[in-house]
């Protein structure tokens, strides 16, 4: 295995930065966006750059002759579906509800979602003990990042309870993702993504259109916050995380689990004045520990 150097490094503490922000954007663009519209715009700026990168740089898509390339647009498809169109939607309803350093913190579930998702789907040998200890702490903390009493919550006078399960379903969403790039057949990582974010630009259009409509020319505020979506937490981190994964390998590249709700919380204190109840901060130490417990033979 490649040594990391600075350089990747550098790389992956700007990718986890990048990602952290991109909740309190969300935020922001929701002032004058609905969420499905936050997620369609994120996406189409992202597709765009992403297209002009891959073929200025030569980089082939995959035909539709053989089977291995038609399995591969069928990972694709669902990659564009579960990776980007439905959580990127969940998340911005969710935080119309909740602040956007707790969706930051649902982040961190992810690697434990994989553990159980990667045992039961690919048959793997992920749950060993050490892991299972991980998963059943981390677990806990997702309870606590909820809310017990949120959970049995019938009311529908307050959504933020449904907001929180739709945030973790969204980090489900991301999980699923991960099996699903694991199950596909080789192709470049670029192709891939840049595919998948196409696929889930045609996905969300007409159900944006639908449902919330032809967007009105929004505030400043909310139009500068979309352009970030689309260009840094997007389209920048997804040429980052390339870059990152080429060069160090996927293993160096998931430490960014660890990062994202730290940078989440951290700009939602300072830039949008959220408070960050004390359960939330317990929450994270509870995933944060069971992520450390459960990738401990991982360098």
Not at 2 to 13: C, D, E, Q, S, V
Not at 258 to 278: D, R, S
Request: proline content about 6%; overall charge positive; aromatic content about 8%.
């Amino acid at each position: 295995m490649t040594k990391p150097t600075l350089g990747n490094w550098i790389a992956l503490i700007c990718l986890g930065a990048i990602w952290g922000g991109s909740f309190m954007g969300a935020k922001l663009a929701l002032i004058s966006f609905g969420p499905m519209t936050v997620a369609l715009l994120r996406l189409t700026i992202a597709s765009v750059v992403l297209i002009i990168i891959s073929l200025a740089s030569g980089r082939k898509f995959p035909g539709f002759s053989s089977t291995t390339d038609r399995r591969i647009w069928v990972h694709i498809a669902i990659m564009g579906l579960i990776t980007n169109a439905v959580p990127f939607s969940l998340l911005n309803w969710g935080q119309l509800h909740v602040n956007s350093g707790f969706a930051g913190v649902t982040m961190a579930v992810v690697p434990l979602l994989v553990l159980p998702l990667s045992h039961f789907i690919l048959k793997s040998n992920e749950m060993a003990p050490q892991k299972v200890i991980g998963f059943i702490i981390g677990f806990i903390g997702i309870i606590v990042l909820i809310g017990p009493s949120q959970l049995i919550t019938t009311t529908g006078a307050n959504l933020e309870p449904i907001a929180r399960i739709a945030c973790i379903s969204a980090a489900l969403c991301y999980g699923l993702g991960t099996i699903n790039t694991r199950l596909c057949p080789p192709v470049s990582t670029m192709v891939y993504s840049t595919g998948g974010l196409v696929i889930g630009t045609l996905f969300l259009l007409p159900m944006a259109l639908l449902i919330e409509g032809v967007p009105q020319w929004p505030e400043t505020t909310a139009l500068i916050a979309t352009i970030y979506l689309g260009l840094f937490p997007t389209a920048l981190a997804t040429i980052l995380l390339v870059g990152i994964i080429n060069s160090a390998g996927p293993a160096f590249m998931s430490m960014v689990n660890y990062q994202v709700p730290l940078w989440a919380i951290a700009f939602g204190v300072i830039f949008l004045g959220e408070k960050i109840p004390t359960s939330f901060i317990a929450a994270l130490g509870l995933i944060m520990l069971g992520l450390a417990i459960s990738q401990r033979s991982r360098r």
